[in-house]
């Protein structure tokens, strides 16, 4: 009967919310809860209380959460009263439950806070890209501007190269061509004075 009453008082020595919701103590095998020996009136018990508190259907909901707990409590209570080693091992079982909800909160929560991590390095590295990239646009449309003006630099140098050398082509021409002709006047004056050099003296006759 101790190792009963003791099973008991492990389910049921706990904090239960009241309508208000404060938290008071349930004491020892005196709580407030409905006698759940009609599991339809229970089931409907149960889903009154889940409708009043507004509790989500899906999803991770504490209040329902804690209306089900509440009930699996109750259900342990009034099998171990009937049965101590029944109790005990809805007990064990309840509690395998619990840690491994709490194991998955916790994985649940480091991934969360993993993803969070993940993110923001995404996004600072989505910034960085960014600025890199506009960096870069920046400094691209500066190499084409400089191209730009070199290869108008190249097109006048170029012209100015070509106006050179066609003025110089033409005042070499025209150096050559007076050349030429003052070559040709001066063979042609050597060319008279030559014949006239070599032309035979007539004789002069006596009167």
Same mark, same amino acid.
């Given at each position: 009967?101790?190792?009963?009453?003791?099973v008991?008082?492990?389910?049921?020595?706990? +904090?239960?919310?009241?309508?208000?919701? !404060?938290?008071?103590?349930?004491?020892?095998?005196?709580?407030?809860?409905?006698?759940? %020996?009609?599991? =339809? *009136?229970? &089931?409907?018990? #149960? %889903?009154?209380?889940l &409708?009043?508190?507004?509790?989500?259907?899906?999803?991770?909901?504490?209040?329902?959460e804690?209306?089900?707990?509440q @009930?699996?409590?109750? =259900?342990?209570?009034?099998?171990?009263?009937?049965?101590?080693? !029944?109790?005990l091992? #809805?007990? !064990?079982?309840?509690? /395998?439950?619990?840690?491994?909800?709490?194991?998955?909160?916790?994985?649940?929560?480091?991934?969360?806070a993993?993803g969070?991590?993940k993110?923001? #390095?995404?996004e600072? !590295?989505?910034? /960085?890209?960014?600025?890199?990239?506009?960096?870069? *646009?920046?400094?691209?449309?500066?190499l084409?501007?400089?191209?730009?003006?070199?290869?108008?630099l190249?097109?006048?140098? /170029?012209k100015k190269?070509?106006?050179?050398?066609? &003025?110089?082509y033409k #005042?070499?021409?025209?150096?050559?061509t %007076?050349?030429?002709q003052?070559? @040709?006047?001066?063979?042609?004056?050597f060319?008279?004075?030559?014949?006239?050099l070599? *032309?035979?003296?007539?004789? =002069? +006759?006596?009167?």
């Open positions: 009967m101790d190792g009963r009453r003791a008991v008082g492990s389910v049921c020595f706990k +904090h239960a919310s009241d309508e208000i919701g !404060r938290d008071q103590p349930a004491g020892f095998l005196c709580l407030p809860m409905r006698m759940m %020996d009609d599991p =339809v *009136a229970s &089931q409907e018990d #149960l %889903d009154s209380k &409708q009043t508190r507004q509790a989500r259907e899906t999803g991770i909901c504490p209040v329902r804690e209306l089900f707990r @009930t699996f409590d109750e =259900v342990i209570r009034q099998v171990t009263i009937n049965c101590a080693e !029944r109790g091992l #809805l007990l !064990r079982v309840r509690d /395998e439950i619990r840690m491994r909800i709490a194991a998955y909160q916790t994985l649940y929560e480091s991934c969360i993993f969070m991590r993110a923001l #390095l995404s600072q !590295r989505k910034m /960085e890209m960014e600025e890199a990239v506009n960096r870069l *646009a920046t400094e691209n449309q500066d084409e501007r400089q191209v730009q003006e070199l290869k108008e190249c097109e006048a140098t /170029e190269e070509l106006e050179r050398r066609t &003025q110089v #005042l070499d021409e025209k150096k050559h %007076d050349e030429v003052s070559l @040709t006047k001066s063979n042609a004056e060319k008279k004075k030559l014949e006239d070599l *032309a035979p003296s007539q004789p =002069v +006759h006596k009167k």
